[in-house]
Nanobody, 124 residues
Framework: QVQLVESGGGLVQAGGSLRLSCTASGRQFGASAVAWFRQAPGQEREFVAAISWNGGRTDYADSVKGRFTSSRDNAKNTVYLQMNSLKPEDTAHYYC?????????????????WGRGTQVTVSS
């Protein structure tokens, strides 16, 4: 079992930055791919970013490439999402998700552990 808790959300002006954290409990986290998803009101949940178990590979949605960076510190059981140059359209509830294993396509993983999310609001 892996339990995930997100933090770091908040209100920021357009052009600003936030760093989200996803902290896990459970021995499998260090062997897990971890992804970030987001969901805005009235919209479907969408993939944002993902990182392989050792941080060697990352993948990003086109809408955040060049602005968001995912990293991880397995010694701290934490994955980060650094979000720069934030736009109002980035406003959403952000979730992290994990699945133990090695995967060739981080976007297509059926993540089976989820946190409750943290709200990010970007004002114009």
């Amino acid at each position: 079992q892996v339990q995930l808790v997100e933090s770091g959300g908040g209100l920021v002006q357009a052009g600003g930055s936030l760093r989200l954290s996803c902290t896990a409990s459970g021995r499998q986290f260090g062997a897990s791919a971890v992804a970030w998803f987001r969901q805005a009101p009235g919209q479907e949940r969408e993939f944002v970013a993902a990182i392989s178990w050792n941080g060697g590979r990352t993948d990003y949605a086109d809408s955040v490439k060049g602005r968001f960076t995912s990293s991880r510190d397995n010694a701290k059981n934490t994955v980060y999402l650094q979000m720069n140059s934030l736009k109002p359209e980035d406003t959403a509830h952000y979730y992290c998700a994990a699945r133990p294993g090695l995967f060739s396509d981080l976007q297509r993983v059926e993540y089976n552990f989820w946190g409750r999310g943290t709200q990010v609001t970007v004002s114009s």
